[in-house]
């Protein structure tokens, strides 16, 4: 496991873009493309200026009441990329067509291989019903891991816009989806975000987080605001940093404790040696804010879930390296859910 770390580190620094041949700015708002799935011309159409109103589809959208935001880190330097995401959007397509009419859905992925991507593009499910905000690596500072999020097409896009962090050293960024809710005069901003992992000094996740709220703060036009992500909380000043910027933390509002077996989402299924080293913990979470939106429930996924069994070559390669079964990821997934307050006035 040791030399596939070093790889990745090696391979990450190979692959960074280098910040004069990006077009981006650092540390502001850069406004990028998401995609919807042309069925017609069986192509991926790229939307270049957003609009409030969704995509043509058979659901009644006055129904939509709910928005449940999935989040979920796959580990990007484990081997076979492509079983280990075909199992996890499996998982994801199981839980979320059990869902009521009346809940929209929103995807946040981080740790995406390029090779995620293309996986994710070509599964049905997500053609017929979400929006893909990254098709490539073009809006990522590393061209060999990033995030991305699917978003629900009953709903609108208003915006689609990345903030790279200038205080990273992991190409690192906050991506955010202004959603609009038919009907009404919602306009709610989700945000996924993979913050600068590992202990350094200086601490990179404060600046980071305090940047991030301020995008979700911004806007006196939103009725609400969610940001949900691996925050990598590993350390104390972690345990702040909803408060630090004025935001609620998801699983602490609904009485979780800090330390709490019953929220941590790493270390499970982390292979056993970095288990008895750094023991569990709360790395995923999701912070809030706005009075438009009313947190009804938050609660984990993603456990035990593994590569196809018919996939014997990936899964002995997996138990190979130490695994005690052949997950898919090391992280487990959060879904947070929250009401949409139906008010005009907003």
């Not at 590393?142 to 689609?160: E, F, H, K, P, W």
């Not at 404790?257 to 989402?265: L, N, R």
């Not at 947190?295 to 390296?321: C, H, I, P, T, Y």
Request: net charge negative.
């Amino acid at each position: 496991m040791d030399e596939l770390v070093q790889k990745s580190i090696q391979q990450a620094g190979v692959l960074k873009k280098p910040s004069l041949l990006t077009p981006w700015i650092s540390d502001e708002p850069w406004p990028q493309p998401y995609y919807t799935w042309d069925a017609e011309s069986e192509v991926w159409q790229p939307i270049i200026k957003p609009t409030a109103s969704p995509a043509d589809h058979p659901a009644p959208f006055s129904a939509i009441t709910t928005v449940a935001l999935y989040s979920w880190n796959i580990d990007f330097m484990l081997p076979f990329a492509e079983a280990r995401m075909s199992a996890a959007l499996a998982h994801l397509e199981e839980l979320t067509k059990q869902l009521p009419s009346t809940t929209a859905v929103a995807i946040n992925l981080q740790e995406c291989h390029p090779s995620d991507l293309i996986n994710i593009s070509q599964k049905k499910w997500v053609r017929e019903s979400f929006y893909m905000t990254d098709l490539d690596t073009s809006a990522w500072a590393s061209g060999l891991y990033g995030t991305t999020m699917l978003v629900d097409r009953r709903l609108g896009i208003a915006s689609c816009f990345r903030v790279h962090y200038s205080a990273t050293q992991m190409e690192r960024d906050a991506l955010f989806v202004d959603i609009t809710v038919p009907e009404t005069r919602n306009k709610i901003r989700l945000g996924n975000t993979h913050l600068e992992s590992l202990a350094l000094d200086p601490p990179m996740r404060p600046s980071q987080m305090r940047l991030a709220a301020a995008h979700l703060h911004a806007d006196e036009e939103l009725a609400g605001a969610i940001i949900a992500g691996d925050f990598n909380a590993i350390q104390p000043f972690d345990a702040s940093l909803h408060a630090d910027n004025n935001l609620k933390d998801a699983y602490l509002e609904l009485g979780g404790q800090e330390g709490g077996e019953e929220g941590f989402t790493w270390g499970q299924q982390a292979l056993p040696a970095l288990r008895h080293r750094f023991g569990c913990s709360r790395m995923d979470k999701a912070y809030f804010c706005g009075s438009g939106i009313k947190l009804q429930g938050l609660e984990r996924f993603g456990a035990d879930v593994e590569v196809d069994q018919g996939q014997k070559r990936q899964r002995d390669g997996l138990l190979a390296l130490g695994f005690e079964k052949a997950w898919v990821t090391d992280h487990m997934g959060i879904k947070a859910t929250f009401g949409i307050v139906n008010d005009t006035r907003l």
